[in-house]
């Protein structure tokens, strides 16, 4: 499972998107791929995945555990509710859930922005063209509070050790190319070759 975690507005759908469009690419030209890639060429293609806001009746410990796929770019998942949802996974919890993962080989992108007057514009000038959107999403200052907390998540400042894989810095023009999204695949294919191959 590869999960690309994140504040709003960031790129991470647009990136998941392609991703998922780049490992069809693979697969459609049969692309073969090295020791100990070779192993999950079955991998190929992957679905994109994603987690919406959830309802009240949402377990954020036992839910996820549904919700694992080997074969999933996943567009938001656990680290949203610590960014997002205080105090619903606690460390003992994440522990798990990741142990969960690694099952499956995953790999977990966080993409955060270090470019505050810009981000906050970005997300002030996203509502204007949708009235309604701020009945439907956090507010400006709640989504620049996540970022923040993702940014202590990759910069291993949260109140308690959480697995991140990479971290992406997004500024004005500084969003994932290809060549950054097909590096990710190939660190993702190897984690769940070594999971799969033993």
């Known amino acids: 499972m590869l999960i690309l975690e994140g504040a709003n507005f960031l790129g991470k759908t647009t990136a998941a998107k ?17 020791a ?14 994603h987690a919406t806001r959830p309802n009240l009746a949402f377990d954020f410990f036992g839910d996820y555990r549904d919700m ?20 619903k996974i606690d460390a003992e ?10 099952n499956v080989g995953s790999y977990t992108v966080v993409f955060v922005t270090t470019e505050r007057d810009w981000y906050k514009e ?3 000038n996203a509502r204007k063209p949708v009235p309604n959107l701020a009945e439907t999403v ?5 989504l620049m509070q996540a970022n923040e907390i993702f940014y202590d998540i990759a910069s291993e400042n ?41």
């Open 18 to 34: 392609r991703l998922v469009e780049l490992a069809a690419e693979r697969a459609a030209r049969g692309v073969k791929l090295e």
């Open 36 to 49: 100990p890639l070779e192993i999950c060429d079955w991998v190929l293609p992957v679905r994109y995945c």
């Open 68 to 87: 694992i796929s080997i074969y999933a770019v996943q567009d938001r998942f656990h680290l949203g509710a610590l960014a997002y949802h205080e105090d």
């Open 93 to 102: 919890q994440m522990c798990v859930l990741e142990a969960w993962l690694g």
């Open 122 to 124: 970005r997300l002030e």
């Open 138 to 142: 956090f507010s400006v200052e709640r």
């Open 158 to 198: 949260y109140q308690y050790p959480v697995k991140v894989d990479r971290t992406l810095f997004i500024a004005p023009d500084k969003f994932p190319d290809d060549d950054v999204l097909n590096s990710i695949l190939d660190s993702w294919y190897k984690r769940v070759a070594l999971v799969i191959g033993g």
